[in-house]
Every structure is written in structure tokens, then in C-alpha cells.
């Protein structure tokens, strides 16, 4: 994803100073009438000598010329639409890696259950806490090691830190959300031993431990550059 959002920065920012509609209205011919016509005519499907519309003679002659199909292509969108796609595309892979299995988890919940702030500690379609401690494990892991090596390659294919901001935004925006359904979830669903137990992050901290991640990556990225 970094390496199709980079070149298509590259190509956007190319373009921007050029005052060019790129626009175009493309021709195209449509042979779908004279290529079905032709088969009826080839299976005689209906009579040669019968003068209504049915005749398939007739009907072939009719429909003989091809159709002429006016395209309209606009390259500029289709590369502000492709950008916007290869960004939409990395933030949910970068959100899966995180929190994917959390996010599963805590959908599962308020489908069965409506939201995830209604359901009951008797409900045994809620996660145990094992279950839960699991997630959270593999989620603490990710943002050890995994989350920051992703980060640090944005670094490699986007030496912009606006652009890296702008990226990641997105990205620390989603897993505190669902950081923020976990602890609705705890709060309805969970005694307050079995939330000592899980002593899971707290939305601000998650939010937190994000923003000092990219402030990091950030501020190498300015010492690689001076």
C-alpha cells in the first residue's frame, strides 16, 4: 500500500502545476445488437420471410451498424480516486493488524446483544475473561513491535510528516474507538475484580502512547533530513 500511495503522490504533485483539463471524451464501439442479431440469425430462432419485427433478416439488417458509446474519463479523478482508495485500504489494514481481533470480538457483542453498553454479566455470549486477556495480549504486542515497525516504514516511503500525520490520524482514531467500546463493554458486562484483572488501557492512554509514536517517528524522520 506505502509504495502505490507514495507514487501516486508523486504523480499527483507532478500534475498539480499543470493548468490542464484532463478530461477526455473517449469513442468506443458497441457490437453487442449486430453480434446477438447475427446469432439469432445463424440459429433461425424465428422465420426469414415473416415482414414484422420478428424477421430476423430484417432484424439483423437493422442492427448491423454498431453502436457509438460515448466515454467520458477524467484521469485527475481517476488518480484523486485511486490515492483515496490505496489510503482508505492501508489505514483498515493497519487497524486489522492492531485491534482486528478486538474489533471482531466486540462486534459480535452488540450485534447479539444491540450496543455494547447493554449487555448482561449473565450473557454468555460475552467473552471470558481469559478470552479477553488473550486479545489484549496480542494487542500489547502489536503496539510494541509490530505498530512501530509500520509506522517507521511510512517513514521510508513518505518523508512528508504532514502526510505521515494525515495518514496515521485515521488509524489512532480507530483503535482508540474500539478502546472506547472495550471499556463500555467492561463497564455493563464485567464486575469491577474481573476489570482488575483485565487492567486494560484506557482509551486516553492508548490515545496517548499513539500520539508519542508518531511524535517519535516524526522527530527522526527530522533528524534523518538534517
Not at 15 to 34: G, N, R, Y
Not at 216 to 224: F, R, V
Request: glycine fraction near 2%; aromatic fraction near 8%; proline fraction near 4%.
Amino acid at each position: 500500500f506505502l509504495f502505490l500511495i507514495k507514487h501516486l503522490l508523486i504523480l499527483r504533485e507532478q500534475i498539480a502545476p499543470f493548468d490542464i483539463d484532463f478530461a477526455v471524451t473517449e469513442k468506443t464501439l458497441d457490437f453487442t445488437m449486430m453480434i446477438n442479431s447475427f446469432s439469432q440469425l445463424l440459429r433461425g430462432q424465428t422465420s426469414v420471410l415473416s415482414f414484422n419485427n420478428y424477421n430476423t433478416l430484417l432484424n439483423f439488417v437493422w442492427h448491423a451498424a454498431p453502436r457509438i458509446i460515448d466515454s467520458y474519463l477524467d484521469s485527475k479523478k481517476d488518480l484523486e480516486k485511486e490515492f483515496k482508495s490505496a489510503c482508505e485500504s492501508f489505514i483498515a489494514y493497519i487497524t486489522r493488524a492492531t485491534v482486528g481481533g478486538l474489533a471482531e470480538l466486540l462486534s459480535r457483542v452488540s450485534s447479539s446483544n444491540g450496543q455494547t453498553d447493554e449487555v448482561s454479566h449473565m450473557d454468555t455470549r460475552i467473552p471470558t475473561v481469559e478470552e479477553l486477556k488473550t486479545i489484549l495480549k496480542e494487542i500489547e504486542q502489536c503496539m510494541e513491535t509490530e505498530l512501530p515497525a509500520l509506522v517507521r516504514k511510512m517513514s521510508i516511503y513518505l518523508n512528508n510528516p504532514v502526510t505521515q500525520g494525515i495518514l496515521f490520524k485515521p488509524i489512532r482514531a480507530n483503535i482508540v474507538h474500539t478502546f472506547w467500546e472495550l471499556h463500555r463493554m467492561l463497564a455493563s458486562a464485567y464486575s469491577p475484580e474481573e476489570r482488575g484483572q483485565l487492567a486494560a488501557a484506557s482509551p486516553d492512554e492508548i490515545a496517548h502512547r499513539l500520539e508519542l509514536l508518531s511524535c517519535q517517528n516524526q522527530s527522526s524522520l527530522y533528524t534523518l533530513n538534517s
